[in-house]
């Protein structure tokens, strides 16, 4: 039986360990933090539960290519919420724009709020409707070449959607408060594909129903697919941080502790930092030219991951479960202005709070630079400054909020970098765009010159979705299978019968 060595817990290193499992290797995983699900995580401060992670949970109805995946890493069924918005807009008058996922309420709702774009308002419920269904992550995910023919005359209907980014869609409407939010639709990214957008939206539609909210957050979600993994025999090492990939004659052959003990096997797989995993494990030894460009974080000036939690005395039940305020003015929040603020509400998860009570998580991209401080002394007091902003900025939504808080977590791009061991915070992938290849399973998943050795997660799929990067690790041994020439399998191993195990037994001492 050949043995695989995967660094990192995260989606991709769990799926690798979980396929491999299947497939008749002998895995053992090795990660640095104390829980397993990388960036699929979540903690609690004073009974409140603060999610890092999840935003939209696609692959939530059964017969959905994403849900065979999960159910396949066992993580599902399970118990999920649905949500009455994909998103809501707030202006400072009062103003009101709800995304609902109902859509003959959110026809109906626009059209009440802008009858002036009636035509625009049309066509962009035609374009949702038209993937309603077609399920495109999902066929391409499972499906390959062959969903992406099935997609096509979907794609080919919307193929002027496909490149046109949401802040130019926008400008079609002439309604102000539409005008604002139809740029800011997908996580706030006004440029954003808004053919992917009306496909994305299709998902969390009553109609589809692919996209809900896993109850408990991110760190239920990464432990059920721990539990399966370690249910097929895997061998999960939690506080093990590697330092070395070791080499011989240009083959992967191991890996280095920390505490200087070192384990080999056939096969090594990093679900680490792409950067760390090229400059630091290996060297800097087997890259070239593209790669490199990948890797440079010279002049990245922003990033993704600055969270500001705050658990409150507040029922948040009755709120929307994603809001975006629209500023009157721009206000300068970590040297960075910005003309809005985003943030998910989490009263549709009772999980999450005491009863009565809630959490709101709000995001924002920040400059890596600002939280490089000169002492811990200023880094703690630009985090505090950065949640008194943001409070009251939110009062003017939540008025008393300010009052009302009980726990405060502010999570920087230092804090990703710590507990990650990656690079330049949450969003640490490659320089590269994510695109067709992950769904057709064509990732970067392997370095010029060494061979026994794949890469899993977001560096390979250039993505940050849960699936995509769970995606690379069934990618990975697919193609492991393959070399060595044997069947890929989504199938458990075959337990023994106790009739079974004793004949073997038998039969040994004979």
């Known amino acids: 039986m050949k043995s695989i060595l995967v660094i990192g817990a995260g989606m991709g290193g769990l799926a690798a360990g979980i396929y491999g499992q299947m497939n008749g290797y002998q895995t053992h995983i090795y990660e640095m933090h104390t829980t397993p699900g990388g960036q699929c995580a979540s903690w609690q401060r004073k009974g409140y539960t603060f999610d ?21 890493l066992g993580a599902m069924p399970r118990e999920t919420v649905a949500r009455k918005e994909s998103v809501a807009f707030a202006t400072t008058q009062g103003d009101m724009f709800y995304n609902y996922n109902d859509l003959q309420q959110l026809r109906d709702h626009m059209l009440q709020i802008a009858p002036e774009d009636r035509n625009e308002i049309l066509k962009y419920i035609k374009g949702i409707r038209s993937f309603i269904g077609k399920d495109p992550a999902g066929r391409m995910a499972v499906d390959g070449i062959r969903g992406m023919i099935h997609l096509l005359p979907t794609l080919l209907r919307n193929m002027k959607y496909m490149t046109l980014p949401l802040r130019d869609y926008a400008k079609r409407f002439n309604n102000p408060l539409l005008r604002r939010a139809m740029a800011l639709l997908q996580y706030s990214l006004p440029d954003f594909p808004t053919g992917m957008h009306f496909a994305f939206r299709a998902a969390a539609t009553t109609e589809d129903g692919d996209i809900l909210w896993p109850v408990g957050a991110s760190i239920e ?68 030219s593209a790669i490199e460009l990948w890797a440079k974080t010279e002049g990245e ?39 809005s603020l985003e943030m998910q509400i989490y009263g549709f998860d009772p999980a999450l709070a ?43 939504y939540f008025a008393g909020i300010s009052e009302q808080v009980e726990a405060v977590d502010v999570v920087t791009l230092k804090t990703w970098e710590r507990f990650m061991g990656g690079t330049r915070g949450f969003a640490n992938g490659p320089n590269k765009p994510f695109g067709i290849r992950s769904f057709l399973g064509l990732d970067d998943t392997t370095l010029p010159g060494l061979a026994s050795f794949y890469m899993t997660g977001i560096w390979a799929s250039g993505a940050t979705a849960l699936f995509s990067n769970a995606l690379t690790g069934k990618t990975v041994i697919k193609g492991i299978c393959k070399h060595d020439g044997k069947k890929f399998t989504t199938r458990s ?18």
């Open 52 to 72: 890092a992670c999840i935003h939209d949970l696609l692959g939530c109805r059964e017969g959905s290519g994403i849900n065979q995946i999960w159910q396949e």
């Open 493 to 510: 191993p075959h337990k023994k019968s106790t009739q079974e195990v004793h004949a073997q037994e038998v039969h040994n001492k004979k």
């Open 301 to 339: 000036e922003v990033n993704w991951g600055t969270m500001v939690y705050l658990g409150v005395n507040r029922d948040l039940s009755h709120e929307p479960s994603a809001l975006v305020m629209l500023l009157d003015e721009p206000v300068t929040l970590t040297e960075k202005t910005i003309h």
């Open 354 to 396: 005491p009863a009565g009570k809630g959490v709101i998580k709000v995001e924002m991209i920040t400059p890596f630079a600002y939280w490089e401080c000169a002492s811990t002394e200023e880094y703690r007091n630009k985090k505090q400054q950065t949640a008194d902003q943001v409070i009251k900025i939110l009062e003017g």
């Open 221 to 288: 979600f990464a432990a059920s697919i721990a539990e399966k993994y370690k249910s097929l025999g895997g061998a999960l090492n939690l506080g093990k941080k590697v330092t070395k990939i070791l080499t011989e004659n240009n083959h992967a052959i191991g890996i280095r502790l920390e505490d200087g003990t070192e384990h080999f096997a056939d096969i090594i797989i990093s679900n680490a930092d792409g950067r760390r995993t090229l400059y630091d494990l290996l060297d800097g030894r087997y890259t070239n």
